[in-house]
């Protein structure tokens, strides 16, 4: 059975600072893996999407990395804002593409 | 264009009530699937609908259940609601059958159960 963990749960860093969150699951039988932002009450944003072909995918100012053998993920953010806080996860879904397993989130707080 | 609508955003219910959400996708998009959120077990897959056809369905009892119309509007219902079923539930549309693609979700609707 598939799990998704991701470590810290929560993060405190100062505006300007370079910072990385990790995902990590258990089988590497993945189609693809999803990082997203959720603002408080709110949906979620889909952030960057790395098919299991790739190694990396980049959106302005964040850079997903995919290690599917070691099965990890990093999402690392540069140069953060205050805007930036906000629950990130991540998600990975399987093969078949039936089935798509959240993390439960690294809490980010950024201050100015 | 426009995003996911979940309506309605807010609802209190009491045990044994039953309650019916609606998501509207975005225009195009004939997926919609289906999530629930709480503090202790985090986002869990509900089902995922695609073109009026349950293509996939999680781990939920039959409390659970879920449509969707031919203008891919879908509504998810909870029968016999229990304390444990307060969540928010967000419901997510893609261009594509599956978790495949890129997911588009709502605000979600929060329910409280009494």
């Known amino acids: 059975k598939q799990e998704v963990t991701q470590i810290p749960a929560a993060l405190s860093v100062p505006e300007g600072e370079n910072l990385v969150l990790n995902c990590s699951f258990t089988?590497?039988?993945?189609?693809?893996l999803q990082w997203f932002r959720q603002d408080p009450g709110k949906g979620l944003t889909s952030l960057l999407l790395?098919?299991?072909?790739?190694r990396e995918q980049t959106s302005g100012r964040l850079n997903a990395s995919l290690d599917k053998s070691s099965g990890r993920s990093t999402l690392y953010i540069a140069a953060s804002q205050p805007g930036d806080s906000a629950t990130y996860l991540c998600a990975v879904a399987n093969q078949a593409g039936t089935a798509l397993i959240f993390g439960k989130g690294t809490t980010l707080s950024v201050s100015s | 264009k426009a995003g996911v609508t979940q309506t309605p955003r807010y609802l209190i219910k009491t045990r044994g009530q039953q309650v019916t959400l609606s998501c509207s996708p975005i225009?195009?998009?004939?997926?919609v699937s289906w999530y629930q959120q709480t503090p202790g077990q985090g986002l869990q897959f509900l089902f995922e609908y695609f073109s009026e056809t349950q293509r996939n369905k999680g781990n939920f009892p039959g409390r659970f259940s879920g449509r969707q119309f031919s203008n891919s509007r879908s509504e998810m219902n909870v029968s016999t609601l229990e304390l444990g079923d307060s969540a928010l539930y967000l419901c997510a549309s893609a261009d594509t059958a599956g978790v495949f693609g890129e997911l588009f979700f709502g605000e979600g609707s929060r329910l409280t159960v009494l």
């Open positions: 790395i098919q299991s072909s790739q």
């Open positions: 225009s195009g998009h004939r997926s």
């Open positions: 089988d590497s039988a993945i189609y693809n």
